[in-house]
C-alpha cells in the first residue's frame, strides 16, 4: 500500500466515522455558519479568526450574527463540539481545513487575493501530511491550483499525495429564512480523484446535497458564473425601471406578474444598487481573469458600471423630487435614510449602497441622517470609516415629520412603515415596501424611484 493511499484511506476512515478535526480559516458571515453546521453534523470543529474580540465573543456564547437562532453559538460552544481560537498552531491538529477569508477587490478594483496568501502561508507553516485543505472563499478560475497550491507545496509535501487540496464556493445567503447552509447544495471540485472523492464524502456527511464537478478550476468558475449572473439581471431590472416608468408602467407589478410564467423566468426586482462582498465582487473577478487570458466579458462589465452608477442615480432623482414635489433644492435640505445595510434584515454595511447614497446627497449639499434597527451607531467600515459613530436616530412621528423627504434604502423588516406612510412629507421608496403592504401614501408626497 503507497503511503498516498493510506493516508487517502485513513482521512476516508475519518471521515465517515465522524471522526475528523475540522478547522474553519476565518469566521465571519460564511465561515462561522459552515463552522457550526459542520459541528452541529457530529464533527469536532474548532475556528480560527485572527480578530480576538469576535474569538472571545464566540467562545462566550454571544450571538455575534443577528439572524441566528439566539442559543446556536452558545449550545455548540456548550456541548464541546466547537470552540473559536486566534492560535494558528491549533491547525496541526486537525484533519479537515476549510479556508473562509476575504476577497475583496483591490483600490485599482481588480482580485486581492491577499487575505488567502497570508492563510494559506499560515497553513503551510503547519501543514501536516493526510490533511484536506480546502479553500471557500471566492476566486479566479485557476487561482487555487496557481496560487494556493504552491504555497502549500513550499515545504516538500505534495498535493494529491501528502496532503489533499480541494475547492468548494460558499454559497451562503446572510438573512435567507428558506435555505440555510446545511440545506444549500455544496459544489465540490478537485484536481486530483483522491481529492474529490475525499471532499465529496466529507460534505456528504454534512449538507443535503453535493454536486460533484471536475477540477478546481471548474468548481471556482461555479461562484463566478452564478453571482454574475445576478448582477447582470439586477442591472437589466434597474434599467427596465426607468424605462418603464417613461412609459407609465409599474417596473414591479410587471416582475411579479412575469415570475407566474412557470419555465424560463426569474424574478429580480429594482433597487438602490448592489452591496455586500459577494455581487459586487466575483463579476469583478469573472471580468478580471477573463482578461487575463485574452478574452473579455462585456455584458458584465457594463452591468457592473450600470449598478456600480446606480446609488448616483438614485441620489440625483431625490434630488429631483425635493425640488418637483416641495420645491426644496437638494442643497439644504434634510432627508432621512431608512435602512443603511446591503441588504434587509441583515447587520452588514459592506459596501452598501445606502451609504453610497448618503454620501453623495450630502456632496450635493444635504443634510442626512438614517434609521437602521440593527445599527443604533454606524460601524466602522473599510470603504467608508468617515461615516463611523454617527447615530440612528428614533423613528417617531415628530422625528420623520421633520425632514424633507424619507428615503427607503433597505428594506428591514423591524421599520414601523405605517407610522412613516403617515406623517413624512415626501416618501421616496427604492424597494417597493410600501405598496407591498397595502400602504400607498397620497401621489403627491410619495414617488417610487
Ligand atoms: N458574506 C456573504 O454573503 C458571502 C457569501 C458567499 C461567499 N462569500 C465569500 O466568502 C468569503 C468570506 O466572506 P465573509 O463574508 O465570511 O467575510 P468576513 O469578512 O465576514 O469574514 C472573514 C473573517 O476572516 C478573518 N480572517 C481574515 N484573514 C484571516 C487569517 N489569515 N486567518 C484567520 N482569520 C482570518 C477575519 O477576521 C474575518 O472574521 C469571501 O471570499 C466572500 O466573497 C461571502
Known sequence: MTNAFSLFSSLKDRIARHEARVATVGLGYVGLPLALTISEAGFPTTGLDLNEARVAAINA??????????????????????????????????????????????????????????????????????????????????????????????????????FFLAFSPEREDPGNHKFDTRSIPKVVGADDARSRELIDLFYSQIVTKTVPVSSLATAEAVKLAENSFRTVNIALVNEM???????????????????????????????????????????????????????????????????????????????????????????????????????????????????????????????????????????????????????????????VAGYDAVLVATDHSLVDYALVARVARLLLDTRNVFAARGLLPPAGRFVKI
Open 61 to 162: 456564547g454571544e450571538r455575534v450574527i443577528s439572524y441566528f437562532p439566539e442559543d446556536r453559538i452558545r449550545n455548540a460552544v456548550a456541548g464541546g463540539r466547537f470552540s473559536a481560537t486566534h492560535d494558528r498552531t491549533s491547525l496541526a491538529g486537525v484533519d479537515v481545513i476549510l479556508i473562509c477569508v476575504p476577497t475583496p477587490l483591490s483600490p485599482r478594483r481588480e482580485p486581492d487575493l491577499s487575505y488567502v496568501l497570508r492563510a494559506a502561508e499560515s497553513i503551510a507553516e503547519w501543514l501536516q501530511p493526510g490533511q484536506l485543505v480546502v479553500l471557500e472563499s471566492t476566486v479566479w478560475p485557476g487561482a487555487t491550483a496557481t496560487v494556493v497550491k504552491p504555497i502549500l507545496e513550499s515545504r516538500g509535501l505534495r498535493a494529491g499525495e501528502d
Open 241 to 399: 425601471k426607468v424605462a418603464m416608468e417613461a412609459m407609465g408602467v409599474d417596473v414591479w407589478e410587471v416582475v411579479q406578474a412575469a415570475a407566474t410564467k412557470p419555465f424560463g423566468y426569474m424574478p429580480f426586482f429594482p433597487g438602490p444598487g448592489i452591496g455586500g462582498d459577494c455581487i459586487p465582487v466575483s463579476p469583478a473577478y469573472l471580468s478580471w481573469r477573463a482578461k487575463d487570458v485574452g478574452s473579455a466579458m462585456p455584458i458584465v462589465d457594463l452591468a457592473r458600471t450600470n449598478n456600480e452608477n446606480a446609488p448616483d442615480m438614485i441620489a440625483g432623482r431625490v434630488a429631483v423630487e425635493l425640488s418637483k414635489h416641495s420645491r426644496v433644492p437638494v442643497t439644504g435640505a434634510r432627508v432621512l435614510i431608512l435602512g443603511i445595510a446591503y441588504k434587509k434584515d441583515v447587520e452588514d454595511t459592506r459596501v452598501s449602497p445606502a451609504l453610497a447614497i448618503l454620501k453623495r446627497l450630502e456632496a450635493m449639499g444635504a443634510t442626512c441622517d438614517f434609521h437602521d434597527p440593527y445599527f443604533p451607531v454606524m460601524p466602522l467600515t473599510r470603504d467608508d470609516p468617515d461615516l463611523a459613530g454617527r447615530r440612528s436616530v428614533p423613528l417617531t412621528e415628530e422625528v
